[in-house]
């Protein structure tokens, strides 16, 4: 349908609103169109008018009062509308705002786990090690700590096992009794957070019918100031496996204070709460924790359940395989990075240097390595493990620049990963040396006063960085002390330094090649995708274990859902202790017992499988297209090839397609 079609729609339906009360020679301006609008269009509805401005859209209406007026059809404001622009004041007015795609994902229904087809129950599994001294995690969480180890002095994990139903003190979903559970967000958006809430809603629903969900707005502060909203089934249903946290909202505050915990207290006792479900990542989830531990203490009976989220991967250990958000993201970036290959060989003259999402571990620069064959992809993790400073980075990079050249391909991809600029040696001690300053108190507004109180080398390195990047790592930090990484620029920082690099070598004779970079950030993108197949699946899957784990009385666990090289029929589903993922981590001055990042693993599946093609990658053009997001097809419920790696003992599973060819015809490399 045409725009210009679309716009007479529009027209014909504000002629047949009686909310509209302007003289009818008045500019139909989009303000005037937005107070008639159904209710629950948003602002993209208006984007036919835009093209068209006030002007254009006067025009239009006195065409179309023009051809009424022939057709001897007089305009009345009490009048019925036209039955196509009827069809957008439906029983649905939302799909007026949805794209095919959008309205298709909606009548998705994910596959569960068959132990929650049926009656199951919530049984002790294995005992886990804290990754820190048990005492010193124990000291901190006393009261959690003695709900866990109650069978012998240590942390167990918790099974779904089907079975007949059992008692309410057992573990045991039945038709329960209708329980009040608050769900939030908190931290940064990931694909598939709405399906975690539809499932835990579902699962409510389900086994303990009349129950109540409480949706708490932005975050953890909804909670601390009991700003909710009950979620309907009918709300829930307009936001099956679509991306974003707009349904309710995210936050990245901080329940941990003594009065933030009497907040979240009286808000829990206030509405009688049987359990509360933070979807999050890991600052969030021992955030989750500390909460557990507080409503022990005081005796509140919420019980705290966390859920895996975050597109950086880095929340995941033997029994939480992956976060939720990371399959899509890394889709997303993968897609956008694969056009950029076939770009930088279709030009012949560019190096797109791409800096991806992941500030702690390099995950998603990994990944998309794996799917698109680049030039070069700097791994965070291996720079800190050899102890490179920014010089020898620079070097290696020059190095591929220089290898090209000489076969007369000046131009490539090198994908840099977010936090790469506190992973290298010397920049990693100039921020350890600046955390500690500002925790003592040191003034930071003044560069000549912080450059004074570091180290000789700290100091060198930071007066020679440019200014900007100076008052990013002084001033930019995230509510958790971390330097805010995202915001610098590292990628156009890493391409003035190689071209002064390789200037230098072209006066010693060493380099006779042309070097022009353009820089690329992919962050936001990865976040609010439609979701994949495999995150609204697994997605759906977490929340209904969420709820099972709530319903059956345990606090102070992660959800899990794991076996996911399988169907997800045959997904085990369960639960993990937080205060088993900890580690002791210096924040702001102290050592504190928090969820430990995962980080890339140097000798994991993924990492040798990469390290065995890159040098091929550096020196040839072996480009692979992922596309986009498949929803129908051989490939659509694919999972990561990281996952796949790290689940099948190294050997991803095979392809049902033919193998790609590259752009000389011959067969593009296969990890």
């Not at 805010?484 to 072209?506: D, G, P």
């Not at 970079?517 to 609010?528: D, P």
């Amino acid at each position: 349908m045409s725009w210009c079609k679309k716009t007479k729609e529009w027209l014909c339906l504000l002629l047949g609103r009686p909310a509209l009360r302007a003289p009818i020679g008045a500019p139909a301006t989009p303000a005037l169109l937005r107070s008639v609008m159904p209710p629950r269009c948003g602002p993209q509805s208006l984007s036919p008018l835009r093209k068209f401005g006030p002007s254009g859209v006067t025009t239009l209406l006195g065409q179309l009062l023009q051809g009424m007026k022939a057709a001897k059809r007089q305009p009345s404001l009490q009048g019925p509308a036209p039955s196509e622009a009827a069809k957008l004041l439906d029983a649905k007015p939302p799909a007026t705002c949805l794209s095919a795609l959008q309205e298709e994902r909606l009548a998705f229904r994910p596959q569960l786990p068959s132990v929650l087809a049926g009656p199951h129950n919530v049984v002790e599994g294995e005992q886990r090690q804290c990754l820190a001294s048990y005492a010193s995690v124990c000291a901190s969480f006393p009261h959690l700590a003695g709900a866990h180890d109650s069978s012998g002095g240590a942390l167990r994990i918790m099974h779904l096992v089907p079975g007949p139903p059992a008692g309410p003190h057992d573990g045991g979903a039945t038709k329960g009794a209708p329980l009040r559970l608050g769900v939030l967000f908190s931290g940064g958006q990931a694909s598939g957070g709405h399906n975690v809430i539809i499932g835990l809603h579902d699962y409510l629903q389900r086994w303990h019918p009349g129950s109540t969900l409480l949706g708490f707005l932005n975050g953890p502060r909804g909670v601390m100031q009991n700003n909710h909203k009950v979620l309907t089934p009918e709300e829930l249903d307009s936001y099956r496996n679509q991306g974003g946290f707009h349904l309710i909202g995210s936050g990245r505050d901080k329940i941990e204070s003594v009065e933030q915990l009497a907040a979240a207290d009286k808000t829990c006792a206030d509405e009688r709460l049987d359990g509360i479900v933070i979807i999050g990542g890991d600052d969030s989830n021992t955030n989750a924790a500390i909460m557990a531990e507080h409503f022990l203490a005081r005796g509140v009976k919420t019980r705290v359940v966390g859920v895996p989220k975050t597109i950086d991967g880095d929340l995941k250990n033997a029994d939480v395989p992956c976060s939720f958000g990371f399959d899509t993201a890394c889709k997303v970036f993968s897609e956008s990075v694969g056009n950029i290959c076939i770009d930088a060989a279709s030009a012949k003259k560019y190096y797109h240097f791409i800096r991806l999402m992941g500030r702690a571990a390099s995950h998603i620069t990994l990944e998309c390595a794996l799917q698109t064959h680049p030039q070069m992809a700097i791994i965070s993790e291996e720079v800190a493990a050899h102890r490179w400073g920014f010089k020898e980075l620079v070097n290696q990079i020059a190095d591929v620049v220089v290898q090209r050249a000489e076969q007369g391909m000046n131009y490539g991809v090198i994908l840099i990963p977010e936090g790469l600029i506190e992973h290298m040696n010397d920049v990693s001690t100039l921020i350890a040396e600046l955390n500690e300053l500002l925790a003592q108190g040191l003034d930071d507004s003044d560069e000549a006063i912080v450059s004074a109180h570091l180290t000789p080398e700290s100091a060198e390195l930071f007066n020679s960085v440019p200014l900007s990047i100076r008052r990013e790592i002084r001033e930019e930090r995230d509510p958790h002390g971390n330097v805010q990484v995202s915001h610098i620029e590292t990628e156009k920082l890493v391409v003035k330094q190689v071209e002064a690099e390789l200037t230098r070598r072209m006066v010693r004779g060493q380099y006779s090649g042309k070097f022009a970079a353009i820089t690329h950030f992919f962050g936001y993108e990865g976040r609010c995708s439609l979701p994949s197949i495999f995150d609204a699946t697994y997605c759906n899957a977490l929340g209904h274990a969420a709820g099972a784990l709530v319903a059956a009385g345990q606090t102070g666990l992660m959800a899990t859902v794991s076996n996911l090289q399988c169907p997800p029929s045959d997904w085990a589903v369960g639960g993990t202790p937080l205060l088993a993922m900890m580690h002791l981590e210096r924040r702001l001055g102290r050592d504190k017992p928090v969820i430990e990042k995962a980080l890339v693993d140097l000798g994991g599946p993924a990492m040798r499988a990469f390290s065995a093609a890159r040098s091929s990658w550096a020196a040839g053009d072996y480009y692979r297209v992922p596309g986009p997001i498949q929803y129908q097809g051989c490939d659509a419920d694919r999972i990561t090839l990281t996952l796949e790696l790290e689940l099948s003992a190294g050997k991803p599973a095979p392809r049902a397609a033919e193998p790609a060819t590259n752009g000389a015809g011959s067969p593009t490399q296969e990890v």
